[in-house]
């Protein structure tokens, strides 16, 4: 069965520290991407999708993610944190002809002023 | 345009009670989804509707969990007889169309419903 892994469960940075967040996912087969932040008290928003092409995804805010095939993982990385990005974010997958997707348990992101 | 709106935010059972959560996806949206997050966990995907069809149960606990998205009116999550398991945060997304195959409509989430058992 397919997995989503996000090894770092709480990460504390200071404002203009530079992020990258670690996402790793089990399945050999096309596999489609993605990273959601829910801010506090907010529901789940898109920061961005890989489907194919260019590996290197840009996102909203600032954020992108770096697809690599090799070692199956999509991370996320912003060059500059502000305090506004705290959040816990979460890397999902989507493989196959699946609808449904495969969440990973999600990282707290804590941006100190 | 509203997103997709679920109700009530926090419901609060007692052991052996129904609950019944609630989704309205968002206008034009046919497709509903629903996902359960455990405390420390995930989300984890329960089930998949399109208008009067269960599309994908695979999610589902096979007993208590029942879900129905008829042609008028809210998708509904009901949990017969909770159990303090069952304490989570329900969330439930739509798409307009399917997501599945080579085909991707992105799933926008709702605020999600607490649900405490007590």
């Known amino acids: 069965a397919q997995s989503v892994s996000q090894h770092n469960h709480h990460v504390i940075l200071s404002e203009a520290a530079s992020l990258e967040l670690g996402c790793n996912y089990s399945y050999g087969g096309t596999v489609n991407l993605f990273w959601y932040v829910q801010y506090p008290g907010q529901h789940l928003q898109l920061l961005l999708k890989y489907f194919s092409g260019d590996p290197l995804v840009k996102g909203i805010k600032g954020f992108e993610a770096e697809f690599i095939k090799s070692k199956f993982s999509f991370n996320l990385r912003k060059p500059s944190v502000q305090w506004s990005d705290t959040a816990e974010y979460f890397c999902?997958?989507?493989?196959?002809?699946?609808?449904?997707?495969?969440f990973g348990t999600g990282t707290r992101l804590q941006v100190t002023l | 345009n509203a997103g997709v709106m679920q109700n009530p935010r926090h419901l609060v059972r007692r052991r052996g009670q129904e609950a019944r959560l609630r989704c309205s996806p968002m206008?034009?949206?046919?497709?509903v989804y629903w996902y359960r997050q455990l405390p420390e966990e995930g989300l984890k995907f329960m089930v998949y509707?399109?208008?009067?069809?269960?599309?994908?149960e695979s999610g589902m606990p096979k007993e208590r969990f029942s879900a129905e998205f008829p042609k008028e009116g809210p998708s509904i999550l009901r949990i017969q007889q909770v159990v303090r398991g069952d304490s989570a945060a329900y969330f439930c997304?739509?798409?307009?169309?399917?997501?599945?195959?080579?085909?991707?409509?992105?799933?926008?989430f709702g605020p999600g419903t607490r649900l405490t058992v007590l």
């Open positions: 997304a739509s798409s307009t169309t399917t997501s599945g195959g080579s085909l991707y409509n992105e799933q926008f």
């Open positions: 206008k034009g949206h046919s497709h």
């Open positions: 999902a997958a989507r493989t196959g002809t699946a609808s449904k997707l495969t």
């Open positions: 509707l399109q208008k009067e069809n269960i599309i994908d």
